[in-house]
Nanobody, 124 residues
């Protein structure tokens, strides 16, 4: 089963940019998986942020991040990145990448493979 490892989180100011990366460790079939980014703010439920299809031809975003975030993947490197621009304090959360061996959905409980998460904090 694929293992996911996120990196790139940190503390930034409102308006700044940050790039998160998720690497599939020791996974030869990474290119078969649709991938997603989710986030969970303190005291709130985990929510969908962005999705990318297994070949990268299709993407989708939560309304709250459309136009500011961009998801991409490199199947040769087994990575999926999330470029976050024009960050806002409400983007503060732990960000997770996730996938599943069955059909991908934007509902967190439907996914069974998660990374450990990376903290993003945006100060005002």
């Amino acid at each position: 089963q694929v293992q996911l490892l996120e990196s790139g989180g940190g503390l930034v100011q409102a308006g700044d940019s940050l790039r998160l990366s998720c690497r599939a460790v020791s996974e030869r079939t990474f290119h078969n998986y649709a991938m997603g980014w989710f986030r969970q703010a303190r005291g709130k439920e985990r929510e969908f942020v962005a999705f990318i299809s297994w070949r990268g031809g299709r993407t989708d975003y939560a309304d709250s991040v459309k136009g500011r975030f961009d998801i991409s993947r490199d199947n040769a490197e087994h990575t999926v990145d999330l470029q976050m621009n024009s960050l806002k304090p409400e983007d503060t959360a732990i960000y997770y990448c996730a996938t599943t061996v069955v059909a991908f959905t934007a509902t967190p409980r439907d996914l069974d493979i998660w990374g450990q998460g990376t903290q993003v904090t945006v100060s005002s």
